[in-house]
């Protein structure tokens, strides 16, 4: 121990000692004078301090040591959930329940979880989408109880994913969930036929909204809740400009953020879709732009249901049990894409934060594009 006489008269005593975890840490104390009393009461004050920080350690560790993961994720779940949208939250949250409750993992001590465990829990779902799913939640998760030193190793990070092989029927499906414009025309013949055969004004007066709100769809790349919660006030028919602010958040039933802060856009819209537009502006007697007679969005099973009614009512070609609001937006970002549009264009257009995104899942080759590679090898020199 050793003392400091300080500006004001007074004199401060220092001395360190190890913690717990090795470090070397230091200790003060401020007295009136560095007499022999005054060193004494000193060394007996700081001999205190340090005891009383050690104890302090020693809880915290034994908390650590101890901690349940129920524990550890109360603590993680009130930071994760201010930084997601609160659709996504609830979401999220409900697998994690799954988790700690229907598999028990809440009541085990943290530390003695093993990497053994977690690949029984994923592995027990079926489908690779949830496993995927689960094992990207519980990486985040085990993540944060490593930066808090909960634990010493993430066990999520060992969990394998076994890689699926692609059948010819998920092959097909993936193929045929986009729509060229001939086949969407052909999509909205048939749908206006199927409506007017409905039996009340009532049927035909919703069909009517609905077909419009998918061609809305098709024809600027929206997501179904961008384009559910789109409100007038965000709609610029003179300026063919349209922004999209929030959406609308199925399970919650109302008005939320969207997505992601990229999803927050202005679109300019064509010919068609202020037409679109127009027509709505004479039966929406709401904020939203596309209401329901009772004056709420259209839930999205109920559109996609629409969708496939109108496929078998009109005998299309593509199977209609792909149909689904989200196969239009598909369709509009693969349109721009072999129209050559930018990807940076694309990608600001339809919300998207990954360009990765727009490359790889929403690229579809249609048969003209095939039939030009037919033609540029009918072009080559003969190949004996």
Known sequence: MYNKKLPNGKVKFFDTYKSLNGERKQVTITLETASAQSQRQAKSLIAQRIEKKLTAEREALDILHNATVSQVFEVYWNIRKQEIAESYALCEKQKFDTFLNDFDFGNKRIKSVTSIELQKFVNFFDKPHTRREFKRHLIQFFDFAFAMRYIDVNEAQRIRIPKVKQTIEQ??????????????????????????????????????????????????????????????????????????????????????????????????????????????????????????????????????????????YGGMAKNPKYFSTHMLRHSHITLLVLAGVPQKVIMDRVGHSSPRTTSEIYTHLISSQKQQAVKVLNDLPRIA
């Open 171 to 312: 092959k097909e499906k993936h193929d045929l969930k986009f729509f060229t414009v001939k086949e969407f025309n052909e999509f909205v013949k048939s749908a206006k036929c199927y409506i007017q055969n409905l039996r009340s004004s009532y049927h035909r007066e919703m069909g009517i909204r609905r077909l419009l709100l998918l061609q809305f769809i098709f024809l600027t790349g929206c997501r179904y809740g961008e384009a559910a919660a789109l409100e007038w006030k965000n709609v610029d028919i003179l300026m063919r400009d349209v922004y999209i602010r929030q959406s609308w958040q199925i399970n919650l039933g109302k008005v939320g953020p969207t997505k992601n802060i990229q999803s927050v856009r202005h679109i300019a819209i064509d010919e068609r879709t202020a037409e679109i537009l127009e027509e709505m502006r004479t039966k929406s007697d709401c904020s939203f732009v596309f209401p329901t007679i009772h004056k709420q969005p259209f839930p999205n099973s109920a559109l996609n249901k629409f969708m496939k009614k109108v496929g078998d």
